[in-house]
């Protein structure tokens, strides 16, 4: 084997080792990302469970509200405006 060819073969096997390191750092990197996202996503989940849940809970209290002056008073110290025509025509 000649001096050129050892060369050549031990460059092309640095840079096969380089890839194979870079290969392995990027694995971890894309490990870590993907449970990063998979928390974000169980968090964005069950904010939107508590939003609905919420929702759900506001529109019963209206209701109630309709004839209890204290939950009526409730909703309004809270800011929280609901509309009984919609929500009674979309649950008959």
Sequence with gaps: ??????????????????LLAASLVFSNLNERAELALNATQQHLNRAQQV???MQNFAVRIAQVGETEPSLRELLA????????????????
């Design 77 to 92: 110290r809270h800011d929280l405006k609901v509309s009984l025509a919609s929500t009674n025509a979309a649950n008959p």
């Design 1 to 18: 084997m000649s001096r050129t060819k050892y060369w050549i073969l031990n460059i092309v096997g640095g840079v096969c080792g380089i």
């Design 51 to 53: 939003q609905n849940t």
